[in-house]
């Protein structure tokens, strides 16, 4: 009788503890507030603990002191700030400021894949799942916020929601700078030894890439850093991996004047250009003030802005043609929303709209096995100098990914698999079959786009 009662006890208890939590975590913890969207979204992402892992003013918990199991906290800690900074979401969410489209998907993702908050810190703090009402704000929000600031105007109404869009045929240029930033661009004149021009290392036809690990500049040099593609970069919010160009213009003004690269300076190219009568003419045209590093600039980043390339398949895709692609593509793509690559690579240019970190779940730089080269693998820390900041490149673009080998800011993935593989080892942690490798591969073959130019040999380039 003794142990049946005590068993009836324990049962009881058990059965109360259980309705404590449900209460607690359904209604007391889960109220939203009555206000807006926006900060009805900054309430979830606080209340489940969210910012614990996701901010860089977060507390370490009484536990990450703790031998073996502080360990592990003090790792998710580190990889959640590294992933996504949900500090900075929240307070753009408080001031009004639209949060990019790249920490969109992030969220969206997360609550598609259900891998928030992580198993083991819902075990320790038990009133930290979504429950459908907060499901429904952030859904809501993700929704509104996208079609208000980032409208998918090009895509079938089925696929206006998708964080990947298709890039527009055009933007608004003016054609005679547009001309006259097409001779500049092929313009060895701004090189201090007249060898190098942009096309040099961005040649057109090569999908605005030179294919070398590291491009060369004057007398050979070698440059510490993979050449970006130029097409479709007036689509990045910045210019080169670690950012520090805001735009195209500012973007041109770098390489003539880098030792390695182009080793020139603004008086001795004004000087060159000047003694072409034919050039000065054209200048005067278009540029009141002449030649100068302002319009040599200018204009270059006019024409590049002219570097898009649409209707990729996968664009038309999105557009709503459904035979365009194979099932294997469709797989593919899919695979790519569901290992988060959907994520950093958002948006019409499907990347170059965040700086990540490399090696969230893994020291790419230590499995590299090199020293860091200069400032080449600082990342954006070159920019702002703030530690959070180290070793974050700006994601690079997946439009004609397919031709711009080899991969990552150092050159070191020499084929597309390669480089997937490593993103699965240094970014996501997941082990992924070889089967579908191929099938995310084959969807980004299906990125390559449209434009003149990419089948345009200028005279003097291979």
Known sequence: MNKKRAFLFTLLVLILGLGAIAIYRFNFRKSIPEASLALQVKAVLTNNGCLACH????????????????????????????????????????????????????????????????????????????????????????????????????????????????????????????????????DTRISADNTVSCATCHPLHKAGVDGLKTSKGIYDQIGGINAPTVYNAGLNMSQFWDGRAADLQAQAGGPPLDVLEMGSNWDEINGKLRADKEMVKEFASIYPEGISEH??????????????????????????????????????????KKYNCATCHAGENIGGRSYEYMGIVADYFEHRGLPLHDN???????????SVDFQRFKTPTLRNVALTAPYLH????????????????????????KEEIDKLVLFMKTLTGENPMMSYVHPGLE
């Open 55 to 186: 901010a860089s003013d977060a507390e370490k918990p009484f536990y990450s002191n703790f031998p073996v199991a502080g360990k592990l906290v003090q790792q998710d800690m580190r990889n959640g700030l590294r992933y996504i900074d949900l500090g900075k979401v929240c307070q753009e969410l408080e001031a009004g400021k639209p949060v990019s489209e790249v920490n969109l998907a992030k969220i969206e993702q997360s609550m598609i894949n259900e891998s928030m908050p992580l198993t083991k810190y819902k075990m320790i703090h038990w009133g930290t799942s979504y429950n459908d009402a907060e499901k429904d704000v952030l859904t809501r929000w993700v929704k509104e916020t996208r079609a208000f600031y980032y409208p998918n105007s090009l895509a079938a109404p089925e696929f206006a929601g998708e964080p990947l869009q298709p890039v527009p045929d055009s933007i608004p240029v003016d054609p005679r700078k547009v001309a006259l930033g097409f001779k500049l661009y092929h």
């Open 295 to 336: 319009t040599i600039t200018d204009a270059i980043a006019e024409f590049e802005k002219t570097l898009l390339t649409p209707n990729s398949r996968f664009d038309r895709y999105l557009k709503g043609d459904k035979n365009v692609l194979t099932a294997d593509e469709i797989a593919g793509y899919h695979l790519f």
């Open 376 to 386: 080449k693998d600082y990342g954006h820390f070159n920019v702002t100098q703030d």
């Open 410 to 433: 150092d050159g070191s993935a020499q084929t597309l698999e390669a480089a997937t593989e490593a993103m699965f080892t240094f970014q996501t942690g997941k082990e992924v079959s």
